[in-house]
């Protein structure tokens, strides 16, 4: 046994960087919200950027830790504590085993990502262990975790499990700048032209990126419904669907669009005005229902540069943590 829970959160399930390949055959892709914060938290534990694991969403689970491990938490500040003392985020955590995990309340951001060296030892699902809820596959048995499920680690060093702890929890000095990868307090959504955008109205199309759009509480994995200036076509048309992906922004005959996430559906029928662009797709994800979000324009060669720049900064990134693992024995 590796890590118990006690009280499971509003919605903690297991999920990696999706399942991909297979949305020809009307599979999903899945896998975590905010990418960036799961590959950061693989790369602080010396794991493979890829690897799964838990996606915490707003209020978090209580956990025992029935043995020895390194672990890292990202993404969101849902107050992490050990033993009823906070934990360090965007760094390496040596946690003794029999400690509780608690998340006591959300402070910034909405999703937090925790993972552990060696990785959860669950089994792959058309080459993935993301969970798809609705679909009731991969992850822990289709679902979000649930009290006294027990999910294992994967087998680490043995300096690990021998090591000798005098604390609860200890960690290195050295951390990560989330700056770098959290949204501001008014997040800028940068999108490219959607295939049907110029269906639309030119006054739609100005209020689009003028005015400011709030996240509804019909929210979820699937998709997020924003409302805030009506978008309307320029006339009614018949369309016939058309592949989805994530980012991809609908609207509705009701003129609220509605941004496509994770586990959204590989095809649709509405008009697409936008294509959020994959750098951005990560600060959505820490959005949470009320809070504002503002669109931004531009052109496809410039999400492709956003998105290398991106890259490049976490490949710096990886390189850099690794020298730190390494030079200070943490793996």
Not at 145 to 158: Q, R
Not at 178 to 207: C, H, N, Q, W
Not at 231 to 247: C, F, H, P
């Amino acid at each position: 046994m590796s890590l118990r829970v006690i009280k499971p959160g509003l919605l903690t399930s297991i999920q990696d960087l999706g399942r991909k390949g297979f949305q020809q055959h009307g599979v999903i892709v899945s896998g975590a919200m905010d990418a960036y914060s799961l590959r950061i938290a693989n790369m602080l534990v010396g794991n493979k950027e890829g690897e799964a694991a838990l996606e915490i969403t707003l209020m978090g689970p209580t956990l025992k830790i029935e043995k020895n491990c390194l672990i890292a938490i990202t993404g969101g500040n849902l107050s992490p504590t050990i033993d009823s003392q906070a934990v360090p985020m965007w760094k390496p955590v040596y946690v003794k085993k029999g400690t509780i995990l608690r998340f006591a309340g959300c402070k910034s951001g909405c999703r937090a990502y925790l993972s552990v060296a060696g990785g959860y030892a669950i089994s792959t699902v058309m080459n993935s262990k993301s969970t798809y809820l609705r679909g009731e596959i991969g992850g822990y048995k289709g679902r979000a975790l649930k009290v006294d499920d027990v999910v294992d680690f994967n087998e680490t060093s043995t300096i690990l499990a021998n090591r000798k702890f005098k604390e609860a929890f200890t960690a290195p000095k050295w951390f990560v700048n989330e700056k770098e990868f959290m949204p501001s307090r008014l997040p800028v959504i940068r999108f490219i032209d959607g295939s049907k955008y110029d269906y639309f109205t030119a006054s739609s199309k100005v209020s689009f990126t003028e005015n400011l759009f709030k996240v509804s509480n019909q929210s979820d994995r699937m998709g997020y419904r924003i409302s805030g200036p009506l978008l309307e076509l320029q006339e009614k048309r018949e369309l016939l669907s058309e592949a989805v992906t994530n980012g991809s922004v609908q609207v509705p005959p009701d003129g609220n669009p509605i941004i496509l996430l994770a586990d959204s559906q590989t095809t649709g029928g509405y008009p697409k005005i936008a294509q959020v662009i994959t750098a951005d797709l990560p600060l959505i994800a820490q959005v949470k229902p009320g809070e504002a979000i503002q669109f931004s324009r531009v052109s496809l060669k410039e999400a492709e540069q956003l998105f290398l720049q991106k890259e490049q900064q976490l490949n710096e990134l990886k390189v850099s943590i690794s020298l730190a693992l390494k030079k200070h024995h943490i793996i």
